[in-house]
T-cell receptor, first 110, second 111 residues
Framework: AQRVTQPEKLLSVFKGAPVELKCNYSYSGSPELFWYVQYSRQRLQLLLRHISRESIKGFTADLNKGETSFHLKKPFAQEEDSAMYYC????????????FGSGTRLLVRP | DTGVSQDPRHKITKRGQNVTFRCDPISEHNRLYWYRQTLGQGPEFLTYFQNEAQLEKSRLLSDRFSAERPKGSFSTLEIQRTEQGDSAMYLCATGVNEKLFFGSGTQLSVL
């Protein structure tokens, strides 16, 4: 079964602390993994995807196929990082439809 | 705003009534998706169009739900005989390659 698991509903850290948002997936194949973010009163938007191996707003995520994980990391959290973060996967078919996890709320306190 | 547009933003209806939502995509995007999101959950896939063709429907999409995309442009999602369990945020997204762009959603409340 295709599934994305985000075990933490809420992650609260102080400004400047490291952040790691966990994501595990289940998929029989080689999916593409994404992180989407939703800031307060804004629409859901793409943060980064594993295939591009990029760093966006200081966030990085490495796909670990052995552990079927795609954790999102940032060394020094900022208050403006406070948002809902969703991990998602897309199967390698032509639909590119996304399967989302339940999301983690990141709260960065001053 | 040149992004994906959804209308209305909010809809309150009584149980048993029919409702229709509209999504206007980014013009050059030929793929269009509908998702449903309930409190505390991530978006759940409902259905997908490639141009005007509806290519996939989730098992979540009961017979009371129907979606159309005439002429491959805007799309509508209709829910007939609404139930309280239909209360949710309905999101539209359009895509180019692997990247999806989401609308702000329609929040449906069924009383």
């Amino acid at each position: 079964a295709q599934r994305v698991t985000q075990p933490e509903k809420l992650l609260s850290v102080f400004k400047g602390a490291p952040v790691e948002l966990k994501c595990n997936y289940s998929y029989s194949g080689s999916p593409e993994l994404f992180w989407y973010v939703q800031y307060s009163r804004q629409r859901l938007q793409l943060l980064l995807r594993h295939i591009s191996r990029e760093s966006i707003k200081g966030f990085t995520a490495d796909l670990n196929k052995g552990e079927t994980s795609f954790h999102l990391k940032k060394p020094f959290a900022q208050e403006e990082d406070s948002a809902m973060y969703y991990c998602a996967l897309s199967g390698m078919d032509s639909s590119y439809k996304l399967i989302f996890g339940s999301g983690t709320r990141l709260l960065v306190r001053p | 705003d040149t992004g994906v547009s959804q209308d209305p933003r909010h809809k309150i209806t009584k149980r048993g009534q029919n409702v229709t939502f509209r999504c206007d995509p980014i013009s050059e995007h030929n793929r269009l998706y509908w998702y449903r999101q309930t409190l505390g959950q991530g978006p759940e896939f409902l259905t997908y169009f490639q141009n005007e063709a509806q290519l996939e429907k989730s098992r979540l999409l009961s017979d009371r739900f129907s979606a159309e995309r005439p002429k491959g442009s805007f799309s509508t999602l209709e829910i007939q005989r609404t139930e309280q369990g239909d209360s949710a945020m309905y999101l539209c997204a359009t895509g180019v390659n692997e990247k999806l762009f989401f609308g702000s959603g329609t929040q449906l409340s069924v009383l």
